[in-house]
């Protein structure tokens, strides 16, 4: 535990600070760079074992507002939080999926410390810049009214949103600059073997490509899939009929990362016969040279145990050496035609790639990633039609999720996430694998149309559509594998203000119409409106590798408002600090990574605070087992 003194370590008011967790990681690859917190530019460049440019020009896509869109992805977000809500919730004390309400780039930035490195698999269906799209105004200094004067119109949540019309003079440059710090975000939550999918048309792919090149590094691009979205031909088009879309695939790291293999089709298996009843069962001949190879195996001869003399045809290679080769003919696995003495051929047996799979292709055909006719289908068939402009097919989503190499436990996000395609495609999957894959969708919640059919039929934004589809997919599902233990829940949480005075807790002041509301300590520590749990999540949200889904259990035998969250932080909200409640903290087993106490609990006495955290830190260690047990204290 640290020394204890007047400057007592605070939670941090801002959830997370990128530039700081770069330099951090900085300095943990390269230690001699960071000097007085600073990085020696120079000491870098000879760790890279880079020669001083005499150019500093380099080639880089540039953009009215890159800059700008660079420091919104490092700026710290204050004052907000995400608060649950639990009758939007569906299963809340057992699921581990969750629905988050709000505009993305607030969310991805307060899942920053919970989920770093968490994801296994991110797909984005965003904006296609079309010329009607939304594009999100990410204006967070100004408010609400200012904004509005500023952008024109704002949702009825008073999120920022407004159309980028082609007519636009920054129409990419607006598009850009609403991707980049969501992509920078994103990837940080990426495990060092996760993959991110985004589907996108051509009027932005490219872009989209040179802004993924720079964020995940050009070197972790795996594939420009192309998906068939349409099986038939729009003979009205102008030009040509689109039929496609593109979905960008870009590792965290291709190192770590391997590709799924996808399962084989009957129509692949056709030609697999098995003449010679051999005990593996079916086979192909597949030929012992190849097109390509060394010097050496041009020039090979081999001689069977029937006498039949294998030598690669003119201008080809043996695919084989000898010692293969004849291991293959001591089994049996080399196959001479019917007579016995034709040219030899290896057998390539079904049974060994089934097991293999089959590598994935760039193009997704309708028939294996599903269509946009199919997909209306499925709304159509929970909900009622035209509810949702061009969902995505849950085909394509589990296409994808093989591709990703998804193992049973492996936590999925979609910060676009529409209609909650990606949710029912997850819950789909865990029915028909019994895999307990887990869920994050994020959705700004935009009002929808008052002339459309979701409107008419009780809708009124597409968080509604989106939180509706999942409750409805998982009922559907469960009812039709009665069998399988699925998580088809989720827990709703908003994006909102602030439960803590963060400022005012320091200083003292608050406002009369405050003062009507709460009273005593509370009213110095906390907003109107807000209860302990509130709280909680938001301090939750402050730790690193805990997730919103921690279990949360109140520590009555302590006191009425102690918590404990996922057995290892300890959240002490009561207003006074006695020492019955430190010697019962104390007592705990196994002995918690953090405390978290009011500074308001102490009222202005210093020593008291100090005494009473002597006093808990020689408890601690005298209730822990095995010497002395790391743990840390912070203030509220």
């Given at each position: 535990?640290?020394?204890?003194?007047?400057?007592?370590q605070?939670?941090?008011?801002?959830?997370?600070?990128?530039?700081?967790?770069?330099?951090?990681?900085?300095?943990a690859?390269?230690?001699?760079?960071?000097?007085?917190?600073?990085?020696?530019?120079?000491?870098?460049?000879?760790?890279?074992?880079?020669v001083?440019?005499v150019?500093?020009?380099?080639?880089?896509l540039?953009?009215?507002?890159?800059?700008?869109?660079?420091?919104t992805?490092?700026?710290?977000?204050?004052?907000?939080?995400?608060?649950?809500?639990?009758?939007?919730?569906?299963?809340?004390?057992?699921?581990?999926?969750?629905?988050?309400?709000?505009?993305?780039?607030?969310?991805?930035?307060?899942?920053?410390?919970?989920?770093?490195?968490?994801?296994?698999?991110?797909?984005?269906?965003?904006p296609?810049?079309?010329?009607?799209?939304?594009?999100?105004k990410?204006?967070?200094a100004?408010?609400?009214?200012?904004?509005?004067?500023?952008?024109?119109?704002?949702?009825?949540?008073?999120?920022?949103?407004?159309?980028?019309?082609?007519?636009?003079?920054?129409?990419?440059?607006?598009?850009?600059s609403?991707?980049?710090?969501?992509l920078?975000?994103?990837?940080?939550?990426?495990?060092?073997?996760?993959?991110?999918?985004?589907?996108?048309?051509?009027?932005?792919?490219?872009?989209l490509?040179?802004?993924?090149?720079?964020?995940?590094?050009?070197?972790?691009?795996?594939?420009?899939?192309?998906w068939?979205?349409?099986?038939?031909?729009?003979?009205?088009?102008?030009?040509?009929?689109?039929?496609?879309?593109?979905?960008?695939?870009?590792?965290?790291?291709v190192?770590?990362?391997?590709?799924?293999?996808?399962?084989?089709?009957?129509?692949?298996?056709?030609?697999?016969?098995?003449?010679?009843?051999?005990?593996?069962?079916?086979?192909?001949?597949?030929p012992?040279?190849?097109?390509?190879?060394?010097?050496?195996?041009?020039?090979?001869?081999?001689?069977?145990k029937?006498?039949?003399?294998?030598?690669?045809?003119t201008?080809?290679?043996?695919?084989?050496?000898?010692?293969?080769?004849?291991?293959?003919?001591?089994?049996?696995?080399?196959?001479?035609?019917?007579?016995?003495?034709?040219?030899?051929?290896?057998?390539?047996?079904?049974?060994?790639?089934?097991?293999?799979?089959?590598?994935?292709?760039?193009?997704?055909?309708?028939?294996?990633?599903?269509?946009?006719?199919?997909?209306?289908?499925?709304?159509?068939?929970?909900?009622?039609?035209?509810?949702?402009t061009?969902?995505?097919?849950?085909?394509?989503?589990?296409?994808?999720a093989?591709?990703?190499?998804?193992?049973?436990?492996?936590?999925?996000?979609d910060?676009?996430?529409?209609?909650?395609?990606t949710?029912?495609?997850?819950?789909?999957?865990?029915?028909?694998?019994?895999?307990?894959?887990?869920?994050?969708?994020?959705?700004?919640p935009?009002?929808?149309?008052?002339?459309?059919?979701?409107?008419?039929?009780?809708?009124?934004?597409?968080?509604?559509?989106?939180?509706?589809?999942?409750?409805?997919?998982?009922?559907?599902?469960?009812?039709?594998?009665?069998?399988?233990?699925l998580d088809?829940?989720?827990?709703?949480?908003r994006?909102?203000?602030?439960?803590?005075?963060?400022?005012?807790?320091?200083?003292?002041?608050?406002?009369?119409?405050?003062?009507?509301?709460?009273?005593?300590?509370?009213?110095?520590?906390?907003?109107?409106?807000?209860?302990?749990?509130?709280?909680?999540?938001?301090?939750?949200?402050?730790?690193?590798?805990?997730?919103?889904?921690?279990k949360?259990?109140?520590?009555?035998?302590?006191?009425?408002?102690?918590?404990?969250?996922?057995g290892?932080?300890?959240?002490?909200?009561?207003?006074?600090?006695?020492?019955?409640?430190?010697?019962?903290?104390?007592?705990?087993?196994?002995?918690?990574?953090?405390?978290?106490?009011?500074?308001?609990?102490?009222?202005?006495?210093?020593?008291?605070?100090?005494?009473?955290?002597m006093?808990?830190?020689?408890?601690?260690?005298?209730?822990?087992?095995?010497?002395?047990?790391?743990?840390?204290?912070?203030?509220?």
């Open positions: 535990m640290e020394q204890h003194n007047p400057a007592f605070k939670i941090p008011l801002a959830t997370t600070n990128p530039f700081s967790e770069n330099l951090r990681r900085l300095q690859l390269f230690p001699s760079i960071v000097k007085d917190g600073q990085i020696d530019f120079d000491a870098l460049k000879e760790e890279l074992g880079e001083e440019e150019d500093k020009e380099h080639y880089e540039s953009w009215a507002g890159k800059q700008e869109a660079k420091r992805a490092g700026e710290p977000i204050l004052g907000r939080t995400l608060k649950y809500v639990p009758e939007e919730s569906k299963n809340p004390d057992s699921t581990e999926n969750l629905y988050i309400e709000g505009d993305n780039l607030e969310v991805l930035k307060l899942l920053q410390n919970s989920y770093v490195g968490k994801i296994k698999m991110i797909y984005i269906d965003p296609y810049n079309t010329g009607n799209d939304f594009v999100y990410d204006h967070f100004v408010s609400a009214e200012e904004n509005a004067k500023a952008e024109g119109d704002i949702s009825a949540e008073g999120e920022r949103y407004a159309v980028n019309p082609k007519t636009s003079g920054k129409y990419h440059a607006n598009w850009l609403m991707m980049y710090p969501r920078r975000l994103a990837k940080n939550l990426l495990r060092e073997d996760g993959i991110m999918f985004i589907s996108i048309d051509d009027n932005e792919v490219g872009n490509r040179e802004i993924c090149d720079e964020i995940f590094g050009d070197n972790n691009f795996l594939a420009n899939l192309i068939e979205k349409k099986y038939t031909r729009s003979n009205d088009a102008t030009f040509f009929s689109d039929n496609h879309d593109h979905i960008l695939c870009y590792c965290r790291n190192e770590c990362f391997k590709i799924g293999r996808l399962p084989r089709t009957e129509e692949m298996d056709v030609a697999y016969k098995n003449p010679d009843n051999h005990p593996k069962g079916l086979w192909k001949a597949t012992l040279h190849a097109k390509s190879g060394s010097a050496n195996s041009a020039n090979f001869t081999y001689t069977f029937n006498g039949v003399v294998f030598t690669p045809p201008g080809t290679y043996s695919r084989y050496s000898s010692d293969t080769l004849k291991k293959y003919d001591d089994n049996n696995e080399i196959w001479f035609g019917q007579d016995g003495m034709s040219i030899p051929a290896r057998k390539t047996f079904l049974c060994d790639l089934k097991n293999e799979g089959i590598v994935p292709s760039t193009i997704i055909p309708y028939k294996t990633g599903g269509h946009n006719h199919e997909s209306v289908e499925e709304l159509k068939d929970i909900f009622i039609k035209n509810i949702f061009n969902p995505k097919p849950t085909r394509l989503i589990r296409h994808l093989t591709i990703a190499n998804l193992n049973h436990e492996s936590l999925i996000l910060f676009f996430s529409g209609s909650s395609t949710a029912h495609a997850v819950m789909q999957l865990n029915a028909e694998d019994g895999g307990t894959r887990k869920f994050i969708m994020v959705q700004l935009e009002a929808c149309d008052e002339k459309s059919e979701a409107y008419k039929a009780g809708y009124k934004t597409i968080c509604d559509i989106g939180k509706e589809r999942i409750r409805r997919a998982g009922d559907k599902i469960q009812k039709e594998h009665p069998e399988a233990s088809t829940g989720f827990n709703v949480f994006l909102a203000d602030t439960n803590i005075r963060w400022i005012a807790a320091e200083t003292g002041q608050v406002s009369l119409e405050d003062a009507i509301i709460t009273s005593g300590k509370d009213l110095r520590d906390f907003m109107p409106g807000y209860t302990d749990k509130d709280v909680v999540y938001e301090i939750l949200l402050r730790q690193y590798d805990i997730p919103l889904t921690a949360i259990e109140s520590l009555g035998k302590i006191g009425k408002r102690t918590y404990s969250v996922a290892t932080l300890i959240v002490c909200l009561e207003e006074n600090i006695t020492n019955e409640i430190i010697d019962k903290i104390a007592g705990i087993e196994p002995v918690p990574h953090k405390i978290i106490f009011r500074d308001s609990a102490f009222g202005d006495d210093i020593s008291l605070k100090e005494n009473t955290m006093r808990l830190d020689a408890l601690m260690q005298k209730h822990s087992s095995g010497g002395k047990t790391p743990y840390r204290v912070e203030f509220l």
